[in-house]
Structures are given as C-alpha cells and as structure tokens.
T-cell receptor, first 114, second 114 residues
Framework: AQTVTQSQPEMSVQEAETVTLSCTYD???????LFWYKQPPSRQMILVIR??????QNATENRFSVNFQKAAKSFSLKISDSQLGDAAMYFC???????????FGKGITLSVRP | EAGVVQSPRYKIIEKKQPVAFWCNPI?????LYWYLQNLGQGPELLIR????????DSQLPKDRFSAERLKGVDSTLKIQPAELGDSAVYLC????????????FGPGTRLTVL
C-alpha cells in the first residue's frame, strides 16, 4: 500500500526567510504524481505545486519549489521569501498514474513570524 | 470561474439523526470526489464518481453512508444515522476527467455530532 509520511507536525519560519517542509512516500509504482496542498485555517485546500515522477526536473511555482529525490522517495517543499499569508497546514499527497485516489500525509502546520 | 461549492459549511446534529451534504463541482469537471478529514489528519477518500458512476467506493461505510450523483453534476453525501465518531470535515473535490489530473477542493462541511 502507498503511504505518505510527514514527520514534522509543526514548523516556524521568520518572515522573508526560507523554509523546507519534508515528505517521504512509499510506493512500488513507477508512474505516479506528487502534490503539495495548502490549507489555511477554516479555508479550502488549494494546490501549491505538483510533480510528475517521470520528470527529472524539479517543479517550481514562483516562491515555491520542490526537491524531488525519486530514489530516496523524498519530496520536500521549499518556500522562499516566506510571507504571513503562507501560514497554513501543508499536506503532501501522492497519486498513481492509473488511480486518481489521492493519498495524503498527516500534514504540517507552518507558522510565519513577523 | 467558480470553484467547488459545498453546503452547508457547518452542521451540528445529535447522534442518530440523519444529515446530508451537497456539492456542486467546477463546471465541466466529470470526476467528483468525497473525502473525509478528521481533525489534525489528511483527507481520506470516501467515494469517487466518473460522471454518474461510482467507480471507487471501497472506503465508504455503506451501512450508514450513501452518496449519489444524479445527472453527473451535483452530488449528495448522506449519513443515517450519524454517530459521534462521524464528527469531521467532509470535503468535495472535482477534476476534469478520467481522474488523472489535478483535483480542486471545496471549502468543506464541518460536521459536529453531539
């Protein structure tokens, strides 16, 4: 069975600094997709970034980038120039190519200090 | 473009009462998902629809939960009777089709069972 592990329950970062959120996953599939979703308090979950496993190049979306290490089954999210609005719960998620079911980690609560 | 709409946003009921949640997906999205999110956890899939057909309902507790997606657009998730352990956030998500692309989430319905 596929599992997604986010071992850090909470992290804190100073505004304008950089923070990295960790995620590992376990799968025997070769075709899959990885995602980071952001869920602000009492607000809906939004997609931050996605990575296709067949792509070697790490995905980047403005201040958000990933470090995808396929052999190590690691998928970390780097947030540069952190802003107060980045404070939220962040979920790492996995999906195979054939099955659209998303498997989520337990999430990490990120706080941003002004 | 309107996002995924869910109602109600909050619901408080007593145990053994019935409850229903409604979801309207993004226009043109053929795939619809219902997820359950317990406090401090990542969402877990309850059921997935491709148009009107429920193609993955293996995690739906069918003794008390039911769902329908008439005409392949809106969907309703029902619990009857509700139990204390059903207190959670019920999330609806949709994607374009074939379930292979990005899922967009609604704001969720927070259910409290007393």
């Amino acid at each position: 069975a596929q599992t997604v592990t986010q071992s850090q329950p909470e992290m804190s970062v100073q505004e304008a600094e950089t923070v990295t959120l960790s995620c590992t996953y376990d799968t025997s599939e070769s075709d899959y997709y990885l995602f980071w979703y952001k869920q602000p308090p009492s607000r809906q979950m939004i997609l931050v970034i996605r990575q296709e496993a067949y792509k070697q190049q790490n995905a980047t979306e403005n201040r958000f980038s990933v470090n995808f290490q396929k052999a190590a089954k690691s998928f970390s999210l780097k947030i540069s120039d952190s802003q107060l609005g980045d404070a939220a719960m962040y979920f790492c998620a996995y999906r195979t190519g054939a099955n659209s079911k998303l498997t989520f980690g337990k999430g990490i609560t990120l706080s941003v200090r002004p | 473009e309107a996002g995924v709409v869910q109602s109600p946003r909050y619901k408080i009921i007593e145990k053994k009462q019935p409850v229903a949640f409604w979801c309207n997906p993004i226009s043109g999205h053929n795939t619809l998902y219902w997820y359950l999110q317990n406090l401090g956890q990542g969402p877990e899939l309850l059921i997935r629809y491709e148009n009107e057909e429920a193609v993955d309902d293996s995690q739906l507790p069918k003794d008390r939960f039911s769902a329908e997606r008439l005409k392949g657009v809106d969907s309703t998730l029902k619990i009857q009777p509700a139990e204390l352990g059903d207190s959670a956030v019920y999330l609806c998500a949709s994607s374009l089709g074939q379930g292979t692309d990005t899922q967009y989430f609604g704001p969720g319905t927070r259910l409290t069972v007393l």
